[in-house]
């Protein structure tokens, strides 16, 4: 069974400061790990992935997010918040048996604050 | 097209109506997949197609809910019979390959109110 567990709902953090966005994961198999982001009355948006290799992942707007395999987690960071980086964001995470579908977190709400 | 389409972006039903939702992906991608997002919940996977063949509908939470793609490229949903319970944004997906490393396309949804 695959799962996602994102425990905050909701995170704050002045513009300027470092961010970090919690993701653990649960997978029969080995994980594909991704990033999400939803602003208002759109759809997802594409961040990053970890499929294999480097642990440390490096996405679009300055984002990235480190894989820990012992610690089940894929928490997403960001070393200097910007107020436009205000959005929901989703973990999401699919194994590598074959199934197709991506399973998401609830997601948390990120909210910089000028 | 350049990203996935999505048509209605908002529909208002009375309960009981049938309703049909539209996906239009991007040209040439094999994979698509439906997912029901509920307010401040997560998206939620529906069903899954290749090319035309539907693989997956384990998702589809009754036997109200049909989704085909009959040539391969666009898709429709449908609610019949639609509950008050139905009501979300209702995502659509693809992707150009069959892998599962392949990262997803989302359009931007279709707004579903079942009064």
């Known amino acids: 069974a695959q799962s996602v567990a994102q425990p905050e709902d909701q995170v704050n953090v002045a513009e300027g400061n470092p961010l970090t966005v919690k993701c653990t994961y649960s997978v029969s198999g080995n994980p594909y790990l991704f990033w999400y982001v939803q602003y208002p009355n759109r759809g997802l948006q594409f961040l990053l992935k970890?499929?294999?290799?480097?642990?440390l992942v490096k996405g679009s707007y300055g984002f990235e997010a480190e894989f820990n395999k012992s610690q089940t987690s894929f928490h997403l960071k960001k070393p200097s918040a910007l107020v436009s980086d205000s959005a929901l964001y989703f973990c999401?995470?699919?194994?590598?048996?074959?199934?197709?579908?991506?399973?998401f977190g609830t997601g948390t709400r990120l909210t910089v604050i000028p | 097209g350049a990203g996935v389409s999505q048509s209605p972006r908002y529909k208002v039903a009375k309960r009981g109506q049938d309703v049909a939702l539209r996906c239009d992906p991007i040209?040439?991608?094999?994979?698509l997949f439906w997912y029901q997002q509920a307010l401040g919940q997560g998206p939620e996977f529906l069903t899954y197609f290749q090319n035309e063949a539907q693989l997956d509908k384990s998702g589809l939470p009754s036997d109200r809910f049909f989704a085909e793609r009959p040539e391969g490229s666009v898709s429709t949903l449908k609610i019949q019979r639609t509950q008050q319970e139905d009501s979300a944004v209702y995502l659509c997906?693809?992707?150009?390959?069959?892998?599962?490393?392949?990262?997803?396309?989302f359009g931007a949804g279709s707004r579903l109110t079942v009064l």
């Open positions: 997906a693809s992707s150009a390959l069959r892998s599962g490393a392949n990262v997803l396309t």
């Open positions: 040209s040439g991608h094999v994979s």
């Open positions: 970890y499929i294999t290799g480097d642990n």
């Open positions: 999401a995470v699919r194994d590598d048996t074959g199934a197709n579908n991506l399973f």
